[in-house]
């Protein structure tokens, strides 16, 4: 092994523990950096939509929201990437959010149930892969080879939606694999594998394509028994109502579309 | 003993005059900013749900994983961490100042990249953790060793520091006149400076426990999740606050009230009779 | 069996080099004002302070090649440096069991000791507990109780109040005279110095400025330092047969001497006067009077003049006189009461 992968293998450590955390100083900056004429940073109720996205969709929306700035001058598009989970309590808690895009209908339904937004729309599907370290150490080819006690396997847990994700999907094969980790969201559970910690892990497709191809993804026929649906909903009590909307446009829009099919997504 | 107590409050007053109130006031707010957030856990708490949710076997296992971890993780850092403070207060060689600021290195990091760090050196792949595989068999990650190695390295600098101050702080002629009396240099480290700094290791200790008993970020990266080997009451509470946010408080309040009971009866017995 | 040594230690601003020799049972002690280099040359012997120069022997072997915890030496420091967490029992026992005693066998040494110094019933005792003169004779145990062969002392008695030193001072001195090795003492206090120690070495700015018998030097002090601790006036001049020239006056002393001499008389021998005496003694001389202050049982009267000089006179003798700061009066020293010796 070459310092020089050594190096890039470290990169694409950081960049997947580190990811939920750049999308945050993303929003931080308010993704709009070096444009003139901020009018909108004076007034943010009329200028800035704030959008809260389930962490996997981190790389597609911070493109989209370039588009919907560029498409609509002096608006700020600020986005709270993390887990659905935390982010329905945060929105639950009185956050001020325009926009919620979950990874998970149970999450979202969480926000619905408190009569903070209506109507959903399911934009995406993730579909999981196993992913396994650059050389597949531990040959696995198919979903059963997780089971051999000989392999090391990382799982999402179970409160987290790749967790309920891959719990489904081995329910349907009739599998009972036992991990050594179950981890606190995807990207944790990715880390591992980057690192070759573990030999195989069940994580999303679109996670996969992210890693920049430290890891490689294994299609498996049982992943259709647990596709996960994204929903979206512009929030009932959205301080930017009018921009919220628009923004939920642009997802559903055929440029949305592109955008999110291109991060590995499927679409509905 | 009260009344001994009042009268020594009277006689202090007496001496240093009214406690002024640009000290009391920020004092105040000081501690209402640390016990605030206790009171809204207490507020929240499902108190009718709560013997139920706590005769529940996983919650009682995550509690003896950390307690388990945490105590081993101080002793970790006791057997290592002292002799190093020693080090660093009393030998001087070239680079200390640079060692010391070395040993801090675990508070700035992110425990999830200090993690990430000893996964690349202990991991299975790991500069170190290649070699202990190779030639021991031994795999820290997701192990409860593992969540040991992370607590300890990110609780080992509280005790450090918290000894060196304590070792600069004691009178090093002490140590002179016990050269005097014949001692060698390990004799007078053990029966003469670390009886001096005792309450200093003491308080290093319950701090690097404290510490390690939180502990998540590195814990969970490092030696990953999994109920009765390596998932300890942070790790349950933080995966309970996926779901059931309600559980999470409950366990949050089960680590507290534990680590309180434990410090406040160490207290009693080591630090209360100085 | 004795001691021999000569201690440089050399630091960016101070230099001390002295040379020390004493031999078994005798006891030694380093006198000079604060920061002459006392303590350093007692840390020089203990090892505590590395040597820039110079050795130490003892007993005919070199001390100063080794590691101080391998030096024969017991030291009592100045504020005893007693364990705090230990006893004193523990404190005294300290010294033997480093020194491979078994662990019994040290504490009944130990115990033999605290008896010796009377501290029997105090054996339990905290150093915390223990009062200032209770913890002196711990610490002289402490340090007797590994049988050195050289005891060095560091202000023994100067954190204890005046009641309680006059009563250590006989018992250390009874101490000393039972330990059969070298003593170095350190004090800047003559009294110590007088009372515990056969032979005196005067230290100032690092260097040794008069050594010898205590009451030698008492009696013959060669600088000023020495002779305000002994309590004389001394004054520097040259003689030719019974008169010397000290300055612009000329001095009657009984000695016949010729070339460079010292010249001393106590200031009980001065007396004063208003109006010139008739008697015309030898040494006469008109002085003004700088500042009066009591002086045990007497008056010290300092007297500026051609003569710079202190006087001790009585109580009485000053409300007589009426004596007052700025006055002049007539001062006058009889030759048979001062001291000359070759400078």
Known sequence: MTPFRKSRRWLAVL??????????????????????????????????????AAASLTGAFTELGKAFEAANPGVTVRFNFGSSATLAQQITQGAPADVFAAASPATMKTVTDASLASAPITFVRNKLQIAVPAGNPAKVDELKDLA?????????????????????????????????????????????????????????????????????????????????????????????????????????????RDVLAEAGFELP | MTATAERRGA???????????????????????????????????????????????????????????????????????????????RVSFPGRRLVRALVTIPLVLPPVVGGVALLLVLGRRGLIGQWLEAAFGVTLPFTTAGVVVAEAFVAMPFLVISVEGALRAADPRYEEAAATLGASRWTIFRRVTLPLVAPGIVAGAVLCWARALGEFGATITFAGNFPGRTQTMPLAVYLALETEPEAAIVLSLVLLAVSVAILASLRDRWVGGA | MSLHARLVVQRPRFRLDVSIEAASGQVLAL????????????????????????????????????????????????????????????????????????????????????????????????????????????????????????????????????HTRLEIRSQLRRHLAAFGGVTVLVTHDPLDAMVLADRLVVVEDGAVVQEGEPGEVARRPRTDYVARLVGLNLYRGT????????????????????????????????????????GTPRNLWRARIEGIERHGDSVRVRLEGPLAAAADVTPAAVADLDLSPGQQVWASVKATETHAYPA
Not at chain 3, 88 to 99: H, I, M, Q, S, T
Not at chain 3, 247 to 255: I, K, Q
Request: glycine share 10%; with cysteine.
């Open chain 1, 148 to 256: 051999d006690p000989k392999v090391k396997v990382a799982l999402c847990a179970a409160q987290v939606p790749c967790g309920a994700a891959a719990a489904k999907a081995l329910a349907a094969a009739g599998l009972k694999v036992t991990p050594v980790t179950l981890e606190q969201d995807v990207k944790a559970t990715l880390t591992k594998v980057v690192l070759g910690e573990v030999d195989a892990a069940l994580v999303y497709r679109t996670d996969v394509l992210a890693s920049g191809g430290e890891v490689s993804g294994i299609d498996f026929p049982e992943a259709r028994q647990a596709v996960n649906d994204y929903p979206i909903a512009a929030l009932a009590k959205a301080p930017a109502g009018d921009l919220a909307r628009r923004f939920v446009d642009l997802v559903l829009s055929q440029r949305g």
């Open chain 3, 239 to 278: 003689a030719g047969g019974h008169q010397v020239r000290i300055d612009d006056m000329l001095f009657h002393v009984s000695e016949d001497l010729h070339g460079p001499v010292l010249v001393a008389f106590p200031p009980s021998a001065v007396a004063l006067y208003r109006d010139r005496p008739d």
């Open chain 1, 15 to 52: 960049a997947v523990t580190t990811g939920v955390m750049a999308g945050a100083a993303a929003c931080g900056t308010g993704g709009g950096s070096g444009r003139p004429g901020q009018a909108g940073q004076a007034t943010p109720a009329a200028g800035t939509v704030t959008v809260f």
């Open chain 2, 11 to 89: 006689r202090e007053q007496g001496r240093l005059g009214r406690t002024p109130w640009v000290l009391v006031v920020p004092a105040a707010c000081g501690l209402a900013f640390l016990v605030l957030p206790l009171a809204g856990l207490l507020v929240r708490a499902p108190w009718s749900t709560l013997p139920r949710r706590l005769a529940e076997p996983q919650v009682l296992e995550a509690l003896r994983l950390s307690l388990v971890t945490a105590s081993a993780a101080t002793l970790v850092c006791l057997v290592l961490g002292v002799p190093l403070a020693w080090v660093l207060a």
């Open chain 3, 31 to 162: 006198l000079g004002p604060n920061g002459a280099g006392k303590t350093t040359a007692l840390r020089a012997l203990a090892g505590l302070t590395p040597l820039s120069g110079g050795h130490v022997t003892l007993d005919g072997r070199p001390l100063h090649a080794l590691p101080v915890e391998r030096r024969p030496i017991g030291v009592v420091f100045q504020d005893y440096l007693l364990f705090p967490h230990l006893s004193a029992l523990e404190n005294v026992a300290f010294g033997p069991r480093c020194r491979g005693v078994p662990r019994a066998e040290a504490r009944r040494t130990a115990a033999a000791w605290l008896e010796r110094v009377g501290l029997a019933e105090h054996a339990g005792a905290r150093p915390r507990r223990l009062s200032g003169g209770q913890a002196q004779r711990v610490a002289l145990a402490r340090a007797l109780a590994v049988e050195p062969r050289l005891l060095l002392l560091d202000e023994p008695l100067a954190a204890l109040d005046a």
